[in-house]
């Protein structure tokens, strides 16, 4: 036991000192990015009907560094600010499986053509998605029910721009805390398929072709993993034999496919739509994993990812690799003591001279959906103060004649569900 236990752990460390580099040009990328792409801006501008939107929605949600359960109050707000079905099921699509944050990492662990594929499938996945929607609410007009009309100031107003050093703390620190845990689950698997899956398990019909893809799909469905997470996965599969398209099945299929996201897309569009999203995935997922293998076989490239290299010949990581890794380390964890943000606070034991509204609020998993019911609740008339305790599962809300089920409607029109806490 303590010599399996020593050798997933060699084999996630591995994996580690091969993704840091990238993945902490990631944070830096991402905290860059939010300084000219937020997503109330997106909220905003990717309103209307038609096809115009859909592909604006899956382009803009490609970089966006949202997690799997981040990008839902996103999408709700899209929704609710007017999207059609398909801008939203576009964005639902395209956001997850990638990011600014992401692809390098893609690319220090699955190689070039998988970096540069990778962006292109989820951009793909998104326009699939949103057009058969799209297509489907024209064959069936009475089922094209208008989004509810916004009429909040969010739309009108537009926020002062953040600091560079905001962009580091959302970089280091808000995201580093995002990923860090699926992260870490997702290095413990890619050591244990190392350690436990013998070299080229899935050589043949179960790791190529259409056969490797599906049965990559029906793995990527229930086992949800975010696209942080499911890299090194990925990896882990294609050294035991997976091809690339199955590979990417797995990263298609992982990160869009939760309970979560399923249950928004069921109550924000309806049925239908839930259960064309699927569709679009199993569709997509089969269709851009075929390619994938077609290109890697058109072109002669092999198909190895980098990291094969490390394990196959027992290579130690190079110097920088290992710093760059005990960087990220430290990085991780001291996200979770930095500074926090004001949708961090802790409500136990603090007092009020205002009497607060209590709420408690499930739904939320980092700290997108902290700020997301947070930025719901300080739209309503009469809110001067929201703390949200994301440990907790809480928010108090202080202000001036408060309607309890209007807070409550407010957190459910961003994705959750809110209930007054009892006192």
Known sequence: MSDLLLRTLLGAWTTLCAM??????????????????????????????????????????????????????????????????GATVAFLLSTPQTGADNILVVLSLLGPVFALFSPVAAFATGLLGGAVVTLAERADPASAAPAPACADDCCASSGARRSFAAALHYGFVTLARDVAAPLAVGLLIAGLLTTLVPPDFFTGALGTGLTGILVMILLGIPVYVCSAGSIPIAAALMLKGVSPGAALAFLITGPVTNAATIATVWKLLGRRTAFLYLATVFAAAIGLGLLLNAVFTLTGISPAPPLADTHVHCKSPGLFSVLSAVVLLGVLAASFFGRRSPHEDKLAGQTETTPAVRLTISGMTCDHCAQSVRNALLKLPGVREVRVDLSAGQAAVTGEGLDTESLCRAVRSAGYDAAVLDS
Not at 23 to 43: C, K, M, T
Not at 71 to 82: D, T
Request: net charge positive.
């Open 20 to 85: 840091a580099p990238y993945l902490l040009a990631g944070f830096l990328a991402a905290g860059v990015l939010s300084l000219f792409i937020r997503p109330e801006w997106v909220e905003r501008h990717l309103g209307g009907r038609g096809f115009k939107p859909i592909v604006k929605a899956s382009l803009f949600g490609v970089p966006l560094p949202l997690c799997s359960c981040g990008v839902i109050p996103v999408a709700a707000g899209l929704r609710r600010h007017g999207a059609s079905r």
